[in-house]
Nanobody, 122 residues
Framework: QVQLAESGGGLVQAGGFLILSCAAS????????MGWSRQAPGKERELVAA???????YYADSVKGRFTISRDNAKNTVYLQTNSLKPEDTAVYYCAARRFDIATTVGAFGSWGQGTQVTVSS
């Protein structure tokens, strides 16, 4: 089973940006669809972006046009570029993986990282 480790979270002012990274190990990275989800206090975990093994993408409406997911199969890494951040983007961001096909729901992903905190101040 693939292991995932996120990095890149932090504190940023509204309108700013962060680049989140997720390094994968223990599996054949190119076989996996990857995703980023987030969970704010008191709220359910939400899938915000996903990318298939071939590069097809999905975005939640809440982040469409502001966030970009990408992957580098040579580095076993998936990225989430987060632009125009808003206070409501504050959450713990988790990297996720599933074999083969892209998915658009949190429950479809079977492997998770420990998360990285993103805090957006107003």
């Amino acid at each position: 089973q693939v292991q995932l480790a996120e990095s890149g979270g932090g504190l940023v002012q509204a309108g700013g940006f962060l680049i989140l990274s997720c390094a994968a190990s223990g599996g054949t990275f190119s076989w996996y669809a990857m995703g980023w989800s987030r969970q704010a206090p008191g709220k359910e975990r939400e899938l915000v972006a996903a990318i298939s093994s071939s590069g097809g993408t999905y975005y939640a409406d809440s982040v469409k046009g502001r966030f970009t997911i990408s992957r580098d199969n040579a580095k076993n890494t998936v990225y989430l570029q987060t632009n125009s951040l808003k206070p409501e983007d504050t959450a713990v961001y988790y990297c996720a993986a599933r074999r083969f096909d892209i998915a658009t729901t949190v429950g479809a992903f079977g492997s998770w990282g420990q998360g990285t905190q993103v805090t957006v101040s107003s």
